[in-house]
């Protein structure tokens, strides 16, 4: 434990009865009641999720560690935490903070080879220049899909993207800009040339919904709907065969085979 001691401020430890594991990881964070504003799971069985604390009105990032017959609940050592996940594959986690010290946000990636080894941080948001990123996926090439907002700069609002290329964060690529009554945000990769994201509306909730872009000679194409899915601001792939979606409508979880939502896509292109 020394080593998490050194990269994890220890919060508290619960002991669960082994049979508690014959649940899923999902059923676990419903019976710790956490409020998240988002979640990601590691193909190891944790999760992390950046988490709202009602009793002090703070933001944390917390840590399920599964062991054998224990879950460990640890929080990273930073607060105002409101966006975090892991990389597909789990190599890295990319999370946002606020410093109360420059009093300035940041998006910082840390190499993830186990709970007891974290690499520290690099800060990414100052490479791209910008000011915030949320509702973001990693992919395993660490290129990071993302949602950035610039109040007095349409064209520094939307949906991005950048490429990891030797060892840096390229100029960043706008996907979708904000239109006049629609966002999108929360992306997340089906395919390299197959993205699902979710949609909301300014004016109405007309436009709310989850949809759907296919990349074609290097553009994408404009959003699909695509009815059948939880609309909700956040999702995470749960396993590599299975996306779990935090639906607006009930706030639970949603546990959906990805190969269904490749059908639905197929039966919606035909």
């Given amino acids: 434990m020394k080593n998490l001691i050194s990269n ?23 019976s710790l009641h956490l409020e998240p504003y988002s979640f990601a799971f590691h193909p190891d069985g944790h999760a992390l999720i950046a ?8 933001e944390y990032l917390v840590f399920l560690i599964q062991r054998e017959n224990e879950i460990i609940i640890d929080t990273l050592p930073v607060e105002d935490v409101n966006q975090a996940t892991f990389s597909k594959g789990g190599d890295f986690i990319l999370y946002n903070f606020f ?18 080894n974290i690499g520290p941080p690099t800060y990414v948001s100052p490479q791209l220049g910008l000011d915030n990123m949320s509702y973001y996926f990693m992919d395993e090439d660490e290129s990071i899909y993302f949602f950035t907002y610039a109040e ?21 690529q706008q996907i979708f800009a904000n239109r006049d009554n629609v966002v ?36 994408w194409s404009e959003p699909i709907k695509l009815d059948g899915l939880p609309f909700c601001h956040n999702m995470a792939y749960y ?18 085979p990805k190969s269904d939502i490749m059908n639905m896509i197929n039966q919606k292109n035909k």
């Fill in 152 to 172: 007095n700069d349409p064209s520094m609002t939307g949906l991005f993207y950048s490429a990891f290329e030797n060892g840096r964060y390229q100029q960043i």
């Fill in 99 to 116: 410093d109360r010290i420059s009093w300035e946000s940041f998006t910082v990636k840390r190499a993830f080879n186990s709970p007891e």
């Fill in 8 to 30: 994890l401020f220890l919060c508290h430890l619960i002991l669960f009865p082994i049979g508690l594991f014959a649940q899923r990881t999902i059923d676990l964070i419903d």
């Fill in 51 to 58: 988490e709202y604390s009602r009793d002090n009105d703070m």
């Fill in 239 to 256: 396993d590599e065969n299975t996306v779990a979606f935090l639906a607006d409508q009930d706030s639970k979880f949603h546990l959906i």
């Fill in 184 to 219: 999108a945000y929360s992306p997340l990769l089906l395919q390299k040339d197959l993205m699902l994201f979710p949609q909301h509306g300014i004016i109405n909730e007309e436009p709310n919904g989850m949809y759907y872009a296919i990349k074609q000679e290097n553009k």
